[in-house]
C-alpha cells in the first residue's frame, strides 16, 4: 500500500506543476515589448542631452513628440501580442485535466506493463532467507536425474568392441567388488559413454572402497559426476561431496567452481560473484572451469549490482602464496631469479590493465620478499588510491603488514 500511496503522490504532484504552468498568465515578450522598452530609454536621453545643451527646447520637443507617438504604438502591438497569447481559460482547463490524466493514467499503464503490481516488498534480509529456504527444499540427486533424462538428447552409438569390453568389465567388478582399480576405470569409462548416472554409482564405491583415505580429488571426481547426471543441476547429495572436498583441500578449484554455481543456482548471485571472481584471479588460463565462469560471469555480477568488466584471458595467477614461501627455500640468486620473473610480468600488467585485490596483495609480498620495501611500500600506495574501498583492500592490508610496510 505504501508503494501506491507513493507513487500516486508523486503523480499528483508532476500534474499539478504542469496545470500551473498552463494557466500562468503573464506578458509575452516578443518584439513590441522590447520596442517600447528602446523608446522608453531614448525619451531619457532626450532629457540629458536637453540638461547638456546638447539639443534645444524646440529640438527636445519635437523629438518628443515623435518618440513618443510610436511608444504608443509599439505599446498597442505589445498588448495585441498579451491578448492573441492567451488561451481562453476554459480551453486551458480542458487541457490541464486531459494532461492530468495522461500523467496519472499513463504512470498506472506503464507500470501494469512493466512492473510487478502485487508483489510484495523483499527487503534484503528477506531476500537472503528466501534464498536459504529454496536451497534447503531443492530437489534431491534422484529427482534431478530423472528430469534431465527428459531433456538429453540420444547418444551416438559408440564402437561394439567397446560396448563388448565395458559388458565384461562390469561382470568382472561384479564378482570382485573391492577392485579399486577396476572401479575407478569403470567410472572413467562410464562417464565416456556418456551414462554419468553409472559413472558416479562406480565413483561412489571408489569412495567406500578407499574409506578415510579418499583424497579431494577422489570426492571431487564424484561431485563432478553429480552434477554431470543432474544436467548441470548441483544437488544437496552433490553439495555434501564438495564440503567433503574443501575439507580436504580447500583451494581444490572443481568445488569451488560448483560452490559459486551452487549459490548462483539458490539465489545468491552475490555470493557466487565472490567466489567466482576469486578463483579466476587464481586459475591459469587452460583450467577446466575457466572458460565457464568466463562465459557465465558478468551476467552474475550484473544480478549481483557489482560493477565488473571481464579482464583480457591471461595468466592471472601471478606469483602465488606457495611460490613465494617455495622462494623462501631457495639459493639467494636462484630465490632472486625464480621471484623477479614472476613479479616483473605481474607488475606490468597490474600497471597497464589494473587487476583485482588478491593480484597486489602478492605484488606486495613479492616485492617483500626480494627485500625491496620502497617498491612493496609504493605498490601498497598506489592500492589504497586504486581501491578506495576498505573492504576490498583487506588482502592488500594483509599484506602490506607482511612486508612491513603498513602505516
Not at 582399480?181 to 562417464?191: I, P, Y
Not at 554409482?201 to 578407499?210: C, F
Amino acid at each position: 500500500m505504501t508503494f501506491w500511496l507513493v507513487a500516486l503522490g508523486l503523480s499528483a504532484v508532476v500534474a499539478v506543476l504542469l496545470l500551473l504552468a498552463l494557466a500562468r498568465r503573464g506578458p509575452v515578450e516578443g518584439s513590441g515589448a522590447f520596442d517600447v522598452q528602446v523608446y522608453r530609454d531614448q525619451l531619457s536621453e532626450v532629457e540629458r542631452d536637453l540638461a547638456r545643451g546638447v539639443v534645444t527646447e524646440a529640438e527636445a520637443g519635437v523629438i518628443r513628440t515623435e518618440v513618443s507617438r510610436r511608444l504608443l504604438e509599439a505599446d498597442r502591438l505589445a498588448q495585441e501580442a498579451v491578448a492573441e497569447g492567451d488561451a481562453p481559460r476554459a480551453a486551458t482547463w480542458v487541457m490541464g485535466a486531459a494532461v492530468a490524466l495522461s500523467v496519472v493514467g499513463g504512470t498506472y499503464a506503464l507500470y501494469l506493463a512493466y512492473g510487478a503490481p502485487g508483489y510484495p516488498d523483499l527487503p534484503l534480509e528477506r531476500r537472503i532467507a528466501m534464498a536459504d529456504e529454496a536451497r534447503e527444499m531443492r530437489p534431491g540427486q534422484a529427482e534431478a536425474e530423472l528430469q534431465a533424462a527428459l531433456n538429453t538428447p540420444p547418444r551416438a552409438e559408440p564402437d561394439q568392441r567397446f560396448l563388448e569390453l565395458m559388458t565384461q568389465l562390469r561382470e568382472t567388478l561384479a564378482e570382485r567388488p573391492d577392485d579399486l582399480q577396476g572401479h575407478r576405470l569403470l567410472a572413467r569409462n562410464e562417464a565416456g559413454l556418456g551414462d554419468f548416472r553409472a559413472a558416479h554409482l562406480a565413483q561412489a564405491r571408489v569412495l567406500e572402497i578407499l574409506g578415510d583415505e579418499a583424497t579431494a580429488v577422489d570426492y571431487a571426481d564424484y561431485a563432478d559426476l553429480l552434477v554431470l547426471a543432474a544436467g548441470g543441476y548441483v544437488s544437496p547429495e552433490a553439495e555434501a561431496a564438495l564440503l567433503k572436498v574443501l575439507d580436504r583441500d580447500p583451494r581444490n578449484g572443481t568445488a569451488r567452481y560448483y560452490s559459486g554455481l551452487l549459490a548462483a543456482q539458490t539465489g545468491r548471485p552475490d555470493v557466487a560473484f565472490r567466489i567466482w571472481q576469486t578463483l579466476l584471479t587464481q586459475s591459469a588460463p587452460d583450467e577446466p572451469w575457466v572458460p565457464a565462469i568466463r562465459a557465465q560471469i558478468e551476467e552474475l555480477a550484473r544480478l549481483a549490482g557489482v560493477d565488473f568488466v571481464l579482464p583480457p584471458l591471461t595468466d592471472m595467477r601471478g606469483p602465488t602464496q606457495d611460490d613465494i614461501d617455495a622462494a623462501g627455500d631457495m639459493s639467494p640468486a636462484a630465490r632472486l631469479e625464480m621471484i623477479e620473473g614472476m613479479v616483473s610480468g605481474l607488475s606490468e600488467r597490474l600497471a597497464s590493465e589494473g587487476g583485482p585485490p588478491e593480484d597486489w596483495a602478492r605484488l606486495i609480498r613479492a616485492y617483500g620478499v626480494l627485500g625491496q620495501r620502497g617498491a612493496a611500500a609504493a605498490v601498497w600506495a598506489e592500492a589504497q588510491r586504486v581501491f578506495p574501498d576498505d573492504i576490498r583492500r583487506v588482502p592488500i592490508l594483509e599484506a602490506a603488514r607482511d612486508a612491513g610496510v603498513e602505516q
